[in-house]
């Protein structure tokens, strides 16, 4: 396997000598794309709104990432570059890059086609591999960055590749150790400020629950509690054994809160229960919230997803406490409000879960870094 | 009226009016086309296939012949034999190569040599007689610069050139062909320009600048002048700055001889870059004539501000490049490469900040840069307007907007876009650029003819419209001259600021732009 892994060309496309030989093969697939399109009457539009650079380090990763970008590209026409560290290759591998490229046709009807381009480094290519990325993007469009697991901070390919960004998009499910890594984005968005936008795809799985949250305040009597705060308690799925713990949702959750809310670091985080975390934080007022991330058995949740949420307050002499659970199902959630252990209101709503495609798809459409996010990443770095 | 009276009245040249207005290029005269540097890369790897193929599309007259001068000891069958390599790129079917490789012949001599500008003479006279060319001639010089002076006076001690009079149609014509450098400064410019002139009258001079066959650098003249759009916003109240950028991922390959002597400064910025300056700055031309398209360049040349002095530092950056990656392999530095000195200063990149001092583009900054060793080939000019006087969209939904550009692309993925902001199709507004695309492959489904061929072509017919006149390169090297003897002055003070291969340049040329609160684009 000093090789490593085969390249399928009839999905990756036939291999390049180099970038401009790589061009020119774009250029006649393009022009033999027009041909056929206008024999059948239908032009066909070289359609191109951003660069998208996706960097993985296993096949199957990179070939999945491939796919989401395929089913994009109807929405997000794109020159979609695809880097794959193949850094399994043997030591002693010659250091090398590859290129590979195909234009698929992104829908039935050929009328939008889209770039895709493979870059494989093979061997340990880490100072290289910016140098075979910067030339294959389209001038002027902007560039996305979806680096798939932790990224490497220090790294150089990652750090040249970061100059060129516009957005960086990671998925912080995939943190192996999200509470080192967590900590490193929040330096990275630090450094970004002005220069490149920051998103968690974990974050925009967050969104359904973070806007729950926000409407049990929307109650004007409610709204009291929020300076009440005692406890909070954030669930996330684990698969049966419990051997993989990702709890980066949830905390980025608890991250939310505090920094909405001027929460302060009190005692730092600790491990308690398997795998799960309890710690106390202080409320503007001085006083003390416990909180809790524990882990969570539930069929048909992916690792790491936010199972429930709890947030007990008082206020006015009155015991609140406010809970969001995931149902059975497990597509929708039930929010409920307890006065002093009496239900007082109670909704299921349906809860979306959307696939990779869906939420890579939404960020691609915004440039900005998100401040909300980034608060609520510093909060957490805080808590730490 | 006999026909004797009719010829001595008869105007001396009359065009062919079933040319007149015609469709079809108009045809080059038979000549005699002789190449100095026969044995050379310039001539294998351009002039030859770019004659070749104008053969091949049958816009070389049948009778032309094409005369080989070089060192080598070479025989006709012997240059056919090596020329025969140069055009198998070219697609050479045995017919094509056969009627090609008959018009071709050899005469081996030494530039200072006049005995062998005499056998040159008698080989020039033997093959006008036997295909039957009336006599017109011409020489391109594709050596090294330094044998320019040499070339032309010996062809004018052999007198193999007739120098023009006033008569513009004289029959048979001389023309010579001279490459770029034209010069290494001013003046010596202005004396090899003076030794030209004993021998061949300016309009007989063909300056070879290959940046103005492409395509899509006469592009830009169509796309401004035949256009009524671009025309009434190219100017200070529209645009914001323009950029051009020539960008080469080679590095000085086995030029370290030539390049060490000359830098970008000489190589790129000097011709190419100063050309495509003028071309997008310059007035409307009332004519698509050389004289008129020359007249506005030299025009807006002289309008370019000078740098020299205490501006040097604030609007000009050299840099070198130090080892570093290109599309993945590693490439060495500068300094390292074979045929460069170890603590040369030569500069491998250049960033300016030109004015040009007109009623058009008072105020308005061009920034050009152009190096070796950058990550990617990429020669463009973009043109940046102002922004929108009145923003009415939040600052959120203004985060992907930048200002509308119009890039005209000249090499490679030749076009032009023109970027605006668009609604993202979301609910709520968010805006970002996008581009709109004019791809030259994509529309024109042809590959552009090689600038060569195309300079080639306009020299056997005599328009020197894309080509540099005399005036024009004294502009340049006036604007040139100062920059490089600035440099040279403060050089025990500061080299070139260092930057590694494969990215944009040194710091410094970021400083530059950004200064001004502007960018560099993502080319």
């Known amino acids: 396997m000093a090789e490593g892994v085969v390249i399928d060309t009839t999905f990756w496309g036939t291999r390049q000598s180099g970038v401009a030989a790589l061009e020119r093969e774009l250029t006649r697939l393009r022009r033999a794309q027009s041909a056929h399109a206008r024999e059948l009457g239908r032009p066909i539009a070289r359609a191109s709104v951003l660069n998208l650079i996706v960097y993985a380090d296993r096949e199957e990763h990179a070939r999945r990432a491939a796919r989401s970008i395929a089913d994009l590209a109807l929405r997000h026409p794109s020159r979609a570059i695809v880097v794959l560290a193949d850094r399994g290759a043997r030591d002693g591998t010659q250091k090398r890059i590859e290129m590979h490229c195909r234009l698929p046709i ?26 075979a990325v910067i030339p294959l993007l389209v001038p002027d469009l902007p560039v996305f960055l979806w680096w798939t697991g932790t990224p490497p901070l220090g790294s150089r390919s990652f750090g040249d ?52 949250a926000t409407a049990f305040f929307d109650v004007p009597a409610w709204r009291l509690f929020l300076d009440g705060v005692t406890g909070v308690s954030v669930g996330f799925a684990v698969d049966m054994d419990g051997r993989d713990i990702h709890p980066s949702q949830a905390l980025l959750f608890v991250g939310w809160l505090a920094s909405r809310l001027g929460w302060r670091p009190l005692e730092a985080l600790a491990p308690s229960e398997a795998g799960g975390l309890l710690f106390a934080i202080a409320r503007p007022d ?76 939404e960020e691609l459409s915004i440039l900005g870094s998100d401040r909300t996010y980034e608060a609520a990443l510093g909060a957490l770095v805080e808590l730490a | ?63 032309t012949a094409i005369v080989g001068f070089a060192r080598r000891e070479w025989t006709n069958e012997q240059f056919r034999e090596e020329m025969k390599h140069a055009v198998e790129s070219a697609g050479a079917s045995p017919s094509e190569w056969e009627r090609f490789a008959g018009a071709l012949f050899y005469q081996s001599g030494v530039f200072e040599d006049h005995a062998a500008f005499r056998a040159l003479g008698q080989l020039l006279s033997k093959v006008e007689e036997e295909r039957g060319v009336p006599g017109n001639r011409i020489f391109h010089f594709a050596t090294p610069p330094s044998e320019y002076a040499t070339l032309v006076r010996n062809i004018g001690a052999a007198g193999l050139a007739r120098r023009a009079l006033r008569d513009d149609h004289a029959v048979p014509w001389s023309r010579v062909i001279i490459e770029k450098p034209f010069g290494r400064d001013l003046q010596s410019a202005r ?20 940046y103005l066959g492409k395509e899509t650098v006469q592009n830009i003249l169509v796309m401004r002048f035949s256009n009524g759009i671009f025309e009434p916003i190219w100017n200070r109240q529209y645009v914001d700055h323009v950029q051009i950028t020539v960008a080469e991922t080679i590095g000085v390959e086995e030029r370290a001889g030539y390049y060490e002597q000359a830098g970008a400064m000489r190589d790129i910025v000097q011709n190419h870059l100063l050309q495509l300056l003028a071309l997008v700055s310059m007035e409307p031309p009332a004519a698509f004539d050389d004289k008129a398209v020359r007249d506005e360049k030299v025009k ?43 603590d040369s200063r030569t500069d491998t990149y250049v960033a300016l900040k030109l004015w040009v001092d007109n009623w058009r583009w008072e105020g308005i900054p061009f920034y050009v840069r152009t190096g070796k060793r950058l990550p990617k080939q990429s020669t463009e000019i973009a043109i940046q307007f102002r922004a929108a006087p009145h923003q009415l969209f939040s600052r959120d939904a203004l985060a992907g907007l930048e200002p509308n550009a119009l890039v005209l692309r000249i090499q490679p993925d030749e076009g032009i876009s023109l970027r605006f902001g668009a609604k993202v199709p979301v609910q709520g507004i968010r805006i970002r650029a996008v581009n709109m695309d004019f791809d030259y492959g994509a529309s024109f489904m042809v590959d552009a003819p090689d600038a060569y061929e195309t300079l080639i072509l306009d020299a056997l017919r005599g328009d020197a419209t894309l080509f540099t006149r005399h005036d024009e390169v004294d502009q340049q090297w006036a604007f040139v001259d100062p920059i490089i003897k600035g440099w040279a002055s403060s050089d025990s003070a500061e080299g070139p600021a260092l930057y590694e291969a494969g990215t944009w340049g040194p710091t410094e040329a970021d400083a530059l732009i950004e200064r001004d609160g502007r960018k560099w684009r993502k080319a």
């Open chain 1, 161 to 212: 590749l970061l100059r060129l960004t516009d957005r960086l998009v990671v998925d912080s499910a995939d943190f192996a150790r999200p509470e080192a890594t967590l900590p490193v984005i929040a330096r990275i968005s630090d450094e970004a400020r002005g220069r490149f936008g920051l998103t968690d795809l974990n974050w925009t799985r967050l969104t359904p629950w973070r806007e729950i």
């Open chain 2, 1 to 63: 009226m006999n026909a004797r009276a009719v010829l001595a009245t008869a105007p001396e040249i009359r065009a062919n009016p079933l040319r007149e207005e015609s469709v079809t290029l108009k045809a080059a005269d038979p000549c005699t086309f002789v190449v100095f540097g026969a044995s050379g890369d310039l001539t294998h790897r351009k002039l030859i296939p770019a004659l070749f193929r104008l053969s091949k599309q049958k816009l070389l007259h049948p009778q």
């Open chain 1, 286 to 361: 001085g006083a003390r919230i416990m909180v809790r991330v524990r882990p969570r058995f539930e069929r048909g949740l992916d690792e790491g997803d936010v199972s429930g949420i709890r947030i007990k307050a008082t206020a006015a002499r009155q015991l609140a406490e406010f809970a969001v659970k995931r149902q059975p199902d497990p597509r929708h959630q039930t929010a409920t409000v307890l006065l002093d252990g009496e239900r007082r209101w109670e909704r299921t709503m349906p809860l979306p879960s959307p696939a990779i495609v869906e939420l890579i798809g």
């Open chain 2, 300 to 342: 807006v040349m002289r309008a370019l501000r000078r740098i020299a002095g205490e501006d040097l530092s604030m609007n000009a950056v050299r840099g070198q490049y130090t080892r570093g990656f290109i599309e993945g392999t590693p490439v060495p530095g500068y300094r390292e490469e074979p045929g460069v000195a170890a």
């Open chain 2, 191 to 210: 004396e090899l320009n003076a030794l030209v002139h004993t021998v061949f009258a300016e309009r007989q001079v063909y300056r070879i600048d290959h």
């Open chain 1, 106 to 131: 992104a829908d039935g009807a050929r009328l939008v086609c889209y770039e895709q381009i493979l870059v494989r480094a093979r061997g340990d290519a880490d100072d290289r591999l910016a140098s």
